[in-house]
């Protein structure tokens, strides 16, 4: 079975950062595109990044591009979104999703990201 | 940039009932249109893929329609666990999703 394992969330003060992880497992994750995606409390989906299965294309959001860095490392079958000068409206639950051809199939359960003073 | 336009909001309705929910699309994606539910809680589920495609162990009565910038998901008989909200996506360009509808309890 297909599982996607977010950590790393928690409450940060404005300006600061966390890293944001996704553990896979169940099927090879070298060969897939990889996203993340959050949900602010309340409001509906926002996809954040996007990286494909060899990590040569990467795009972002407008809203985070320049403070967010997505990267996978397929030996260990993970993938990162490192989150710099965070801002209260990033405030979120962060999914990592595994996109087949254009479409997120599997999701993970998320986890929380709460920038707050 | 395409902006997808989720209709209605909100609605309203009885288990039993069949729900037609609506995603309007800027400009065209084809037949590029998913549907996701979401309950409190829960990440996304994937329902329908390419406007039509029922994805893996989604029932039947979910189905899904359109092309170019109409698209439709119906729900044949809403059952108690189908009151959610539901999301659409393209896959053309980004950002990729709609702002929801909700299906609540009448």
């Known amino acids: 079975d297909v599982q996607l394992v977010e950590s790393g969330g928690g409450l940060v003060q404005p300006g600061g950062s966390l890293r944001l992880s996704c553990a896979a497992s169940?099927?090879?994750?070298?060969?897939?595109?990889m996203n993340w995606v959050r949900q602010a409390p309340g409001k509906g989906l926002e996809w954040v990044s996007y990286?494909?299965?060899?990590?040569?294309?990467?795009y972002y959001a407008d809203s985070v591009k320049g403070r967010f860095t997505i990267s996978r490392d397929d030996a260990k079958n993970s993938l990162y979104l490192q989150l710099n000068s965070l801002r209260a409206e990033d405030t979120a639950v962060y999914y990592c999703?595994?996109?087949?051809?254009?479409?997120?199939?599997?999701w993970g359960r998320g986890t929380l990201v709460t920038v707050s003073s | 940039e395409v902006v997808l336009t989720q209709s209605p909001a909100i609605l309203s309705l009885s288990p039993g009932d069949r729900a037609t929910l609506s995603c309007r699309a800027s400009?065209?994606?084809?037949?590029?249109l998913a549907w996701y539910q979401q309950k409190p809680g829960q990440a996304p589920r994937l329902l329908i893929y390419?406007?039509?495609n029922r994805a893996t162990g989604i029932p039947a009565r979910f189905s899904g329609s359109g092309s170019e910038t109409d698209f439709t998901l119906t729900i044949s008989r809403l059952e108690p666990e189908d009151f959610a909200v539901y999301y659409c996506?393209?896959?053309?360009?980004?950002?990729?999703f709609g702002g929801g509808t909700k299906v609540e309890i009448k």
């Open positions: 390419d406007a039509s």
């Open positions: 996506q393209q896959r053309s360009n980004w950002p990729p």
């Open positions: 400009q065209s994606v084809r037949g590029y």
């Open positions: 169940g099927f090879t994750f070298s060969s897939y595109e």
């Open positions: 999703a595994r996109e087949d051809l254009g479409y997120f199939h599997h």
């Open positions: 990286i494909n299965s060899d990590g040569t294309y990467i």
